[in-house]
């Protein structure tokens, strides 16, 4: 029997072929391995050359594979016909070949059956790859042909006398005959992976017991990647297959990838806290271990979700090891000389990765391309490794070869479950950190392209309710803290406010009713409150400022981290005159430097001494040069002035009153589709070529008092051909302690947008960001660390803020919990409001000039008053307290829970440090501490830690995310 191949020489036959080509020649070799064409031929095939015909005497069997047709001379061919040769043309399947030489035999009933008949094919596939393998490292082979010729002869007698034992001893040997030519150059191991995929988008066919049970039984050695979504299907609407998986997994013939996935609307893990990742983490493991029996060890994603914090919440959660690649989209790292590596954290925390991306295991081609990447990584890779991925119902021809060549070899690797690979194999020394750019985060157009509705509000809204969950567990911990004994739980925001000031208004007899402000953050913050209904002299320990203009009066409250100020009014006669209004402390006492005293003089028309009284919203007009006047509003305190055109509303300036130079320009801007884009006529370097332009039609100053201004703006997105592309309601809130300046905007677009589906980051509407000074690098919150953005990243996923900055100068913006962000150019960001779909029209953000840290600040702006202040609260025995405390700056709070403990109070608190910094530092409670135990995130203890009577001592490292339990 021959097969021709396309060159002149087989040693220099190139693998390296168009699809399908190369699967040609290793169907064609295998398929005359098939026991009844051997037994009629009494010959294994022999290769030659298409380009060099063979000898006169013609072969019993012929084939010429498809890809040898263009190098066969039609007179040869011709000869042929003239012989008794059957000549296999123009097939490309296993199994038509084998059908067409047995009929062509005259075969009408071999007998074999077909695990026999899988045993032979299996041994022609494998001696295919190991000799082009052994070619393909050493360049010859020592294939011994002859003697595996015998050995498949004996093996085919001792089927016809139904020996059993001779059998497996026969095709063994023929088996070991192959295995010998390739251990005579290369012995080392390598080890097979068989990952059978169960998304969760799976048709119901596929998940069937039918489906399933000889995919899992096909061979011992099957992984499931297994999502939670698929598990919770599984067990609503297949408990059967659910049942055959679980028999499975518990003897140990099927391992699981553990992926926490819930569905294709579940949020994503770079946009979430480390406290929210852990938290989905738990969560699916606790099912996994409830459905199956045992919970998985290595950890993997079928689609995009992989984040840089990774490694250390999968070594907290007791994960053994990580798949390091998505093969449902294709993401794979680009180093890929190994085919493990240590995944090493932001922490520093490693954990076992495999990222040897899997082969198709249902193309045709896979069993050359194992040989050809055998070839590659033989001399390279620390541990040798092929993966197969496939999906159920599939027809995985080679890996079924492999799968069964396993059964009596193990030369081109050994088939083993993901647990055992991880537990089998060393660490190569190799750690390797990746940065959240290297991932390919597709959540804002994925979620266009599957219609969901509010792609980009809806992480709004997710991190709203995050906030306010976690500061109800906070009040809910600070009330048990006053009295260990109440019992409510499970409250809303508002219910946990009351409970605490009941419970702080119990330890004092006094009646006076005043108002409650409650702080669950770990920092300090100022509230901001119209207190116009009070007259007197103020009851309170902590006023940044009390002002009363035009019959108004606010005050500015700071309160204390997880702690709380009353605010009430001074009852003696002595005060009972009208009030006068004060300023109690200034942040900045920066006093303007002589020529800006001209400029507040002319602004204000007041002297020098009355420029802490000027408004804070004012309409400027000024005569210039050329006898003109420069018109436009006003927006300053101690920290900055802000100017806004009158003509298009647009932010246009913001000074800091001892530095030069523009900071910051902001306006709202409806970018234009790539076909609009094509049309618009500006000149392309034109700064707004692209974009509307904004109009203003109105400004309202509805607040302009010593503490507080605000100025509302009207106005239009005109596009470039004239047309509205939406209306829209601007509001800016300057406050005189502070400074940030918020920022509030209803959009109201005017046209369907339908050609933006094509790209949710080319067409959006947007909040336009720039800046003048190109040396400020970006950094963002990234899983909640305080991480730099590379300046090359286009596509910025942020939800707290995203912070400009240099070592003498710092813009931060302030998101709100809008999470995505496009960089356009060096000097300026779009913060996105709305794509195709987007149904929310109100949005929210702020900016901030020289924030000392935006993290704290970020939190203080989402945090909504309303829900955390009691308007009629007794006077507790104190004005102002804080009831705990934690004395680093970049160590933040970010999860709280109430432990059961009958004996008394127990919480859970989640640290983090955010600024990449080792910290030694001290949490403080008002009571007593009878211990704290350091855990993981399955809440297992792992360490004691040092307690001072109220205090915890705690040692952290960079970007350590850390749970304790502290026992009261």
Known sequence: MHILYPGYTFETLSMNRSDGEASELVVAYSALFHPAIVEQTKHLPNW?????????????????????????????????????????????????????????????????????????????????????????????SVLD??????????????????????????????????????????????????????????????????????????????????????????????????????????????????????????????????????????????????????????????????????PQLLALTSYTGAIHFTPLDGWKPNDTNQSKIEWKGIDGTC?????????????????????????????????????????????????????????????????????????????????????????????????????????????????????????????????????????????????????????LAASNEQSDEGLLFINPLTVPRTVYYDITCFTNELDCDTIVADITQNGKREAAIKVPPLGYSWLGQVKSEQHTQEHQSREIEKKHPAKPKSFLQNIINTFTNTNVSKAKERPLVAEISIPTNDGNRDRFYLLRNNFYEAKIDTATGALFSVRFPEKRGNRLAQQIAYRLSKAERATDTRPIDDPNFGYTIMAADKFEIETSNLLTGCLKINGRLVHPDGHVAATFIER????????????????????????????????????????????????????GNYQKIDSDTK?????????????????????????????????????????????????????????????????????????????????????????????????????WQILTNESGLSIQVQLQETKGKPSQFQIIFCRPIKQAIKQNQLNEPQEQLETNNNKVKIKMRPHEVLPIRIDF
């Open 795 to 895: 596509q910025i996923h942020s939800t707290e803020f995203i912070d400009l900055r240099t070592t003498s100068e710092s813009l931060t913006i302030l998101t709100d919990g809008l999470p995505f962000h496009r960089r356009v150019g060096l000097r300026r960001i779009d913060t996105l409001l709305s794509v195709h779909n987007e149904k929310s029209k109100i949005f929210r953000c702020a900016f901030g000039l020289e924030l000392p840290n935006p993290q704290d600040t970020s939190k203080e702006f989402q945090l909504e008053d309303k829900n955390i202040l009691v308007k009629k609260s007794q006077k507790p025995r104190t004005n102002s307290a804080w009831l705990g405390f934690i004395e680093a700056k970049n160590i933040e709070a970010i999860d």
């Open 48 to 140: 030659e050359s298409a380009a060099a015909p063979m000898s006169p005497t013609a072969p019993k069997v012929l084939v010429i594979p498809p890809c040898c047709e263009k190098y066969i001379d039609d007179t040869w061919t011709s000869k042929l016909d003239k012989t008794e040769t059957i000549v296999v043309r123009n097939l490309s399947r296993r199994d038509e070949i084998i059908t067409f030489i047995i009929e062509k035999l005259n075969v009408t009933d071999h007998n074999f059956d077909n695990e026999f008949v899988n045993d032979c094919l299996a041994l022609g596939t494998f001696a295919f790859v190991t000799d082009l393998l052994t070619r393909q490292i050493r360049y010859m």
């Open 351 to 503: 954990i076992d990765a495999l990222i040897r991306y899997p082969l198709n295991a249902a193309e045709e081609d896979n069993g050359v391309e194992v040989a050809s990447k055998l070839g590659q990584i033989l001399d390279t890779d620390h541990v040798v490794t092929i993966a197969f991925a496939h999906f159920p119902n599939q027809p995985t021809q080679w890996m079924d070869d492999f799968l069964t060549a396993n059964k009596f070899t193990k030369s081109l690797g050994e088939f083993v479950l993901i647990d055992d690979y991880f537990a089998q194999t060393k660490n190569s020394g190799n750690k390797t950190s990746y940065s959240l750019t290297d991932y390919r985060i597709n959540e804002l157009q994925s979620a266009v392209e599957q219609g969901h509705e509010n792609p980009i509000s809806r992480w709004v809204a997710y991190n709203k309710t995050r906030i306010n969950r976690q500061a109800t567990t906070v009040l809910e911990i600070m009330t048990r803290l006053l009295n260990p004994n109440e019992t409510s739980h499970n409250q809303s925001l508002e219910q946990a406010a009351v409970t605490f000031t009941k419970t």
């Open 732 to 783: 800016f809130t300057v406050r005189r302690t502070s400074p940030v300046i918020e920022i509030a905007i209803e959009l109201e677009p005017e046209f369907q947008r339908e050609n933006t589906i094509e790209s949710a980051w080319e067409s959006y509407y947007a909040i336009r960001w720039g800046w003048g000074n190109e040396m400020l690098d970006t950094f963002g919150s990234i899983n």
């Open 145 to 310: 042909n002859s003697r595996l010729q015998t050995e498949l002869l004996d093996t085919i007698n001792a089927y016809r006398e139904h020996d059993t034992a001779k059998i497996d001893e026969a095709i063994a040997k023929a088996f070991d005959v192959v295995t010998e030519s390739k251990e005579y150059f290369y012995t080392s191991q390598s080890y097979l992976l068989n990952f059978l995929l169960l998304p969760a988008s799976l048709p119901a066919e596929h998940l069937s017991p039918q489906v399933l049970q000889p995919q899992l039984h096909k061979s011992r050695k099957t992984t499931l990647w297994l999502p939670t979504a698929t598990l919770e299907r599984l067990a609503a609407d297949f408990p059967e297959s659910l049942q055959l998986i679980r028999s499975a997994v518990e003897n140990g013939d099927v391992q699981i990838v553990g992926d926490e996935r819930r569905g294709d609307n579940d949020i994503r893990m770079p946009l979430l806290s480390q406290d929210e990742i852990a938290s989905k983490l738990r969560n699916a493991i606790a099912r996994y271990t409830d459905l199956l029996g045992k919970r998985p060890l290595v950890f993997g994603r079928l689609t995009a979700g992989l984040t840089p914090v990774l």
